[in-house]
Nanobody, 128 residues
């Protein structure tokens, strides 16, 4: 079992920044990939960013590339999402997720169904 708890969401003006955190517990954090997803009202959950076991490989959705940065601190069992130059269209509930079933220390996935643990979500609202 893995428990994931997100924090750091809130209300920010367009062009502002937020840093989301996701604290994990329950399994060896350094042995699974992590991802961030988001879901806006009336829309499907979409991939935002992912990071491999060591943090050496990252992958981003085109819509956030160059503005968001995913990172992890395996000593603190925490993954982060630094969000800069926020836009109103970034408004959504943000979820972190763990892919504990992959045996690859390198590969990451963008598919929500391949993540087996999810946090409760944190709201991010960007005002124009």
């Amino acid at each position: 079992q893995v428990q994931l708890v997100e924090s750091g969401g809130g209300l920010v003006q367009s062009g502002g920044s937020l840093r989301l955190s996701c604290a994990a517990s329950g399994r060896t954090f350094s042995r699974y990939a992590m991802g961030w997803f988001r879901q806006a009202p009336g829309k499907e959950r979409e991939f935002v960013a992912a990071i491999n076991w060591s943090g050496g490989r990252t992958y981003y959705a085109d819509s956030v590339k160059g503005r968001f940065t995913i990172s992890r601190d395996n000593a603190k069992n925490t993954v982060y999402l630094q969000m800069n130059s926020l836009k109103p269209e970034d408004t959504a509930v943000y979820y972190c997720a763990a892919d504990t079933t992959s045996r690859s220390p390198v590969l990451v996935t963008t598919t929500p169904g391949e993540y087996d643990y999810w946090g409760q979500g944190t709201q991010v609202t960007v005002s124009s």
